[in-house]
């Protein structure tokens, strides 16, 4: 696939705008466009050109629905073709509702049944650190609905209780839950040992500044609000 | 003798110090009989986590081998199991403990006798289902070479021998033409005790996915084939089936019956009473020879122990 030159955050409209069809799915695209720009222009070390380098950090986007902003943010950075945006949904294309590891480079883990990737990066993460790997870090994007979803909090109580310091986990938190988390779902994540910080999931400073605040010990939650 | 799960335990704990790939991944099942180690994790009662976790490591590189009974690994984390493996495109190595009706004392909570059934819909799996502590050494060690999805299906029954060949294995001759039963894992001693004196040919069968099609269609000579499986019956019908697709064949399928049985009482009580010790096997196959029919699943009669309520 022929790479795309590194494009700006004020390209993403534009390169939204090519990925059609999956417009029920809209809200939960748009909701985690600033994260992943951030993450990927400002906190992750990933190289384009070398997607699976063993010392780069662990991206898994566990909230696969949606992914039009993935796409655009990985086509912004250079991961995929610009042109291939346009093909999203169809049965030539690698770019489906859902995201596939294996037909979309630096894709990590293919998603789109919730409840799955936060356990896969706690996996990924006992690796790491079983090999005495320095520096990887493993992020996991999941929304706030998601978490209603059991098995997240088995991977919670789990990487709280054994100190998982290179994982950090950010929830988009758009509202879509439908009983909601009162008082904040970082407080269930707190609960079991993690650190956590709430900040305006637009901001990219505050976005960046809260992955920041990962003190390595521990594992980090961020959550970013995103009001409709 | 040692039992199947004794020598997994051995056998994972050797390989954890031998072989840097190899990871386990527990759910407190098992957990305390292996040592300590840096690559052994023991996730808690968490078993979505625990297929998970697995595939976690796996994706960086590990052989994760993953253990708890048959119905917290394959049933209840099914969905990991097809995604976060299979989809995913990395393999594991699940041993399971219990099969069909090892905890009968348990109630149907611990009894799975659709674990190979469930697992034989997904793609790409190895299914062994050895009948001796020696078989379950050599798949075990076999499987951490590898890279794809295996499955060994432990039990607490055992034949008195392992049979150190693999695929399909003639280990009794019939004249020719006579029925083939095929014995799968800790079948073969009840199925052979069943024929001793009825003119069928053995065969013994412990790797049952991808299944020996060329070693069916060698072995049988004749028209009639008896399959007995220790756990959901029929499950490989289908695959005898289509091996068999070109060629005249009837075929009896015996395992575990797809019923609430609603009963506790032992392992071989259980055995029993879906046929499948050697009393039961021998009159069904009796009756398959005779051309009578089958009384069918479901319909044996279990008289049901008494309630307590009123």
């Not at chain 2, 595939?55 to 994760?64: C, F, K, N």
């Not at chain 2, 034989?120 to 062994?128: E, K, M």
């Not at chain 2, 083939?180 to 024929?195: H, I, R, S, Y």
Request: proline content about 6%; aromatic content about 6%.
């Amino acid at each position: 696939m022929a790479m795309a030159p590194t494009l700006s955050y004020g390209d993403l409209p534009g390169l939204l705008t090519l990925l059609t069809g999956d417009e029920k799915h809209d809200r939960s695209s748009f909701s985690t466009l600033d994260v992943l720009w951030v993450l990927y222009d400002r906190v992750l070390r990933i190289d384009p050109s070398t997607p699976d380098e063993p010392g780069r950090d662990r991206f898994l986007l566990s909230k696969g629905h949606g992914p039009a902003a993935y796409y655009a943010v990985l086509a912004a950075k250079g991961f995929i073709s610009v042109d291939a945006l346009a093909d999203f949904g169809n049965g030539v294309s690698v770019l489906g509702y859902h995201p596939d590891r294996l037909l979309v480079p630096g894709v990590e883990i293919s998603s789109g049944s919730l409840g799955h990737g936060l356990p896969i990066a706690v996996g990924v993460t006992l690796a790491l650190d079983a090999a005495g790997a320095r520096g990887p870090r493993v992020i996991c994007l999941v929304g706030d609905a998601e978490l209603e979803e059991g098995s997240n909090f088995e991977a919670v109580q789990l990487a709280g209780r054994m100190h998982l310091g290179r994982l950090i986990v950010v929830v988009v938190d758009n509202d879509s839950s439908t009983y909601g988390w009162p008082g904040g779902v970082e407080k269930r994540f707190e609960l079991e040992g993690w650190s956590g910080v709430r900040v305006d999931g637009r901001d990219h400073d505050a976005l960046e500044a809260a992955f920041a605040a990962a003190d390595g010990d521990r594992p980090h939650v961020v959550v970013a609000e995103v009001r409709p | 003798m040692i039992t199947m799960r004794q020598r997994f335990y051995e056998v994972a704990g050797d390989l954890l110090d031998s072989d840097a790939r190899v990871a386990v991944v527990l759910a407190e099942i098992g957990a305390g009989e292996l040592r300590p180690h840096p690559r052994l994790v023991n996730v808690g009662i968490r078993e979505q986590l625990m297929v998970g976790v697995a595939a976690g490591l796996a994706l960086e590189g590990l052989r994760p081998f993953v253990h708890s009974y048959a119905t917290f690994l394959v049933e209840r984390p099914f969905e990991q199991v097809k995604l976060d493996l299979v989809h995913q495109g990395v393999g594991a190595v699940l041993v399971s403990t219990g099969a069909s009706y090892d905890g009968a004392r348990s109630g149907r909570t611990h009894q799975a006798p659709a674990d190979v059934a469930l697992l034989q819909a997904l793609p790409g799996w190895t299914i062994h289902v050895p009948g001796h502590p020696d078989e379950v050494e050599r798949f075990v060690r076999r499987a951490a070479v590898g890279d794809d999805n295996v499955y060994v299906r432990l039990t607490e029954e055992a034949n008195a021998v392992p049979v150190v060949d693999d695929g399909l294995v003639v280990v009794r001759s019939g004249r020719d033409g006579a029925a083939l039963v095929v014995a799968v894992g800790p079948t073969l001693d009840p199925t052979l005790e069943a024929t001793t004196d009825l003119d069928v040919s053995v065969a013994y069968l412990a790797t049952v996915r991808p299944f020996d099609a060329d070693g069916l269609r060698a072995a049988l000579s004749g028209q009639d084939v008896v399959l007995v499986e220790p756990y959901l019956a029929g499950t490989s019908a289908a695959e005898i089936a289509v091996a068999l697709a070109g060629r005249p064949h009837r075929l009896l399928p015996l395992g575990v019956a797809n019923e609430e049985l609603r009963r506790y009482g032992t392992g071989p009580e259980h055995r029993a009473l879906h046929g499948l010790d050697a009393a039961g096997i021998r009159r069904s196959i009796a009756a398959f020879l005779a051309d009578s029919p089958h009384p069918g699943w479901g319909t044996t009669p279990h008289p049901l122990p008494a309630t307590i309520s009123g």
